[in-house]
């Protein structure tokens, strides 16, 4: 375990490895913080909530709600079961993180998104990274998120949409984490088996379950097939 | 909303999304993992972003059905090309984001 405060290189590396991140915010944030202006919430409210929940898909459905007029309770209760699929993350990521101070990882929790999990991820598993620079990967996608955000609300309506393709920014490099992850022919099963689940699921059940659902059963697949593979050699 | 209440509902999805992000860390990083659990989780990552991806791929968000027309899914098929030839992330996000513009214009 190392104690020792990340060398510039590493800064330099960690800063490297969150901007696709933090490019693909810019455009989501962007188009947060315009339809939250619409839906009459100040940018100080916006400022608060991206500080608070740092969650992208719970707070658009979350101005959403407000916009319907929703009780707080059922607001509060969707972000639950959306921010869900967090639990996976955290769990894969406690692999990477084993015997790490507990003051260190509550900070650290905070900053688990889609988008850091699957970079943190193939990074810790690449080797050579470090604890500090994945620390630093989400704190970086979370200023950027604050910052995008609230000038949303303030001048996303100056600014044109879907410019430069930058809508694709973050499919783009989930594109490309997700070859990083293939490490052979049961991960790429996996990847199928999970693609197949998860579009069915979205297909018929509404909401953001599917990410939940499509995971856990791939990843319950690619489990056995590597035990009955390891039995039968 | 008064500010009360902004903060009340902002505080109430704050927790509600930071414990699952914090409980399993702060448990399983302090406890003996059974293999046959790391050897589960070695898969989450792959099967969250086949999961991830494959849906804004193939699901129309206006009619909800699934196709395999959207721009979404012709682009990802020379932005997957580049990154299983470069592996290069930044790369694949610029090849990707050039490519979903230039078939913005043109499809």
């Not at chain 1, 949303?152 to 410019?163: E, Y």
Request: with cysteine; hydrophobic share 60%.
């Amino acid at each position: 375990m190392d104690h020792q405060l990340p060398s510039s290189a590493a800064i330099k590396s960690a800063i490297y490895a969150a901007w696709p991140i933090c490019l693909g915010y810019v455009p989501i944030g962007l188009a947060l913080g315009v339809l939250a202006e619409q839906a009459a919430i100040p940018w100080w409210a916006m400022a608060m909530m991206s500080v608070l929940v740092f969650a992208g898909s719970a707070q658009f459905i979350c101005v959403a709600m407000i916009a319907a007029g929703s009780s707080l309770g059922a607001i509060i209760g969707t972000t639950f079961i959306v921010n869900l699929r967090h639990l996976l993350m955290s769990s894969a990521l406690a692999v990477y993180l084993h015997g790490v101070r507990r003051s260190f990882l509550s900070l650290f929790a905070y900053g688990i998104t889609d988008e850091s999990f699957a970079v943190n991820m193939a990074r810790f598993r690449a080797g050579g990274w470090t604890r500090f620079q994945a620390l630093i990967v989400n704190h970086l996608a979370n200023s950027v998120w604050i910052l995008a955000t609230v000038s949303g609300v303030l001048i996303g309506q100056l600014v044109p949409a879907g410019a430069f393709g930058i809508d694709y920014a973050l499919v783009g490099m989930f594109i490309c984490l997700l070859v990083f992850q293939l490490h052979g022919r049961l991960y790429v099963i996996t990847a199928l088996i999970a693609a197949i689940v998860a579009v069915l699921w979205a297909w018929l059940i509404p909401g953001d379950s599917y990410i939940v659902g499509g995971a856990v059963c791939a990843a319950t697949c690619g489990y056995l097939f590597q035990i009955k593979r390891d039995k039968s050699s | 909303m008064s500010t009360a209440e902004y903060l009340f509902l902002f505080i109430g999805m704050g927790l509600v999304t930071y414990l699952p992000r914090a409980l399993p860390l702060l448990y399983l990083s302090h406890k003996k993992m059974p293999q046959g659990l790391i050897d589960w989780l070695g898969y989450i990552p792959v099967a969250v972003l086949g999961a991830l991806l494959a849906p804004i791929l193939f699901i129309d968000t206006t009619s909800a059905a699934i196709t395999f027309g959207k721009l979404e899914f012709l682009v990802a098929i020379p932005t997957l090309i580049f990154a299983v030839k470069t592996r290069s992330l930044g790369g694949t996000v610029l090849v990707g984001m050039f490519f979903y513009w230039l078939a913005g214009i043109f499809l």
